[in-house]
């Protein structure tokens, strides 16, 4: 039987699997009525803290957030250049604007991590901070991005938002450069059934101001030490993410298991996909290409997307719709080029990723992936590749 319909990701069905224990955990919060701050949120605080291998974790109302309240923890000297990547979602770089800081965008090398190398050419005496974001699932190169660092005297932000349970040289990461932040928006690795987000560092101090930040600068109920805003996670959030917790090991396998096996199909079908260097990767794909990016020795991927490279992106996403396949695009503009940054200086700087966006194209991956269906999104990738 072929298959004819592949979604991107399956909610539905992950919660089907879960119901029983999600409905108790619901109804022990509506039991409770302890909505803001109450007994699952720490619980869950500290489970994802020692998921994720950090000393502390701060539940949180978003990603964005988490991001935002991390910035404004470091204390930074108001004005700042920050270091981000040129392709990432713009959360990430709303969060230095936001904090007060000046946003700086960085290349991408063929990982889709910070290129270390770029990062340093954007170095001023203004700069004081990096935001590496583990896109896609995979950690930047965090040993470049550290000691590139310590030689500069500036912090290291992990966005993290879509790596949970992702490793850096053996290490979960999160809390291996100054602060991380992590999304549990509901279609990310580990997703809420609404907003969710959380901080987790090793720094107790830092851990202290961004607890105190997200709850109104809150000392004690009504003594407020500075004004802080309102970004504490849903206890429901929390105790969904509790339940959910003990299985993102399992699924985070079927992802790693599902990445491998396109991989090894996509090389056989596309010979040269898996391994160009990096001055041949860069380039545009030719008419039926198709080019995998590089995952680096260093890390375990947490795929939370499976990103590939084609020409005639707008053909190949036609083709597979048709065969009920779904697919997306991650992302489809640089973030200097996007209007929201059309006075910004870098809005006509040239990237080695500059051309990327209009050949990337995401894959379905997830929980509910089967060997078949991977097998035939894989069909229909290499019958595109002949029309094209
Ligand atoms: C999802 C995401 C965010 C923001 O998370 P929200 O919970 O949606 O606010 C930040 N950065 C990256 C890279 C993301 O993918």
């Known amino acids: 039987m072929t298959i004819d319909h592949v979604p991107f990701l399956d909610l539905r069905r992950q919660h089907s699997q879960l119901r029983e224990e999600l ?6 919060v509506l039991d409770k009525a302890d909505f803001v701050k109450g007994a699952a949120v720490g619980r869950f605080e500290d489970h994802f803290a020692e998921y994720q291998a950090a000393q502390h974790c701060i539940a949180v109302g978003n990603g964005t957030d ?3 309240i991390a910035i404004e923890a470091l204390d930074l000297p108001p004005g700042s250049e920050i270091i981000v990547p040129a392709n990432s979602f713009i959360a990430t770089s709303e969060a230095v604007t936001r904090t007060g800081h000046s946003v700086i965008f960085a290349d991408v090398d063929d990982t889709y991590t910070l290129n270390p190398e770029s990062v340093e050419s954007f170095i001023t005496d203004r700069t004081a901070a990096v935001v590496g974001v583990h896109l896609y699932g995979q950690p930047s190169d965090l040993a470049s991005l550290k000691s590139l660092c310590l030689r500069h005297d500036l912090r290291l932000i992990e966005d993290a938002a879509q790596a949970h349970g992702a490793e850096f040289q053996g290490k979960r ?5 100054d602060v991380g932040t992590f999304s549990f928006f509901p279609g990310k690795n580990l997703g809420a ?3 969710a987000g959380a901080i987790v560092t090793n720094d107790s101090d830092l851990a202290k101001r961004c607890r105190r930040i997200a709850d109104h600068g809150r000392v004690s109920k009504y003594d407020h030490d500075i004004e802080g805003r309102n970004s504490r996670m849903d206890t429901i959030q929390a105790a969904v993410l509790d339940a959910k917790l ?4 399992g699924w985070l396998q079927t992802r790693r298991d599902t990445a491998a096996q396109y991989r090894r199909l996509l090389i056989d079908e596309f010979p040269g996909a898996g391994d160009a260097p990096f001055a041949e990767w860069r380039k545009l794909c030719a008419p039926g290409e198709l080019k995998l990016g590089r995952v680096s020795a260093s890390v375990l991927h947490s795929y939370h997307l499976f990103v590939v490279r084609v020409s005639s992106r707008g053909a190949v996403q036609k083709q597979l719709r048709e065969a009920g396949i779904a697919s997306g695009v991650h992302y489809p503009s640089l973030l200097p080029r996007l209007s929201a940054y059309e006075d910004h200086p870098q809005s006509a700087q040239a990237f080695a990723c500059s051309a990327w966006p209009d050949e990337l194209l995401s ?5 509910h992936m089967t060997q078949q269906m991977t097998d035939r999104v894989v069909e229909v990738l290499a019958e595109t590749a002949t029309v094209r």
Not at 246 to 249: A, E, R, S, Y
Not at 363 to 367: A, E, N, R, T, V
């Open 23 to 28: 409905d108790a955990t619901i109804g022990a």
């Open 66 to 68: 988490a991001l935002e």
């Open 173 to 177: 990461v999160g809390a291996l450069g």
């Open 193 to 195: 059934i609404g907003d």
């Open 246 to 249: 003990p299985h993102l090991d």
């Open 363 to 367: 894959l379905p991956i997830g929980d």
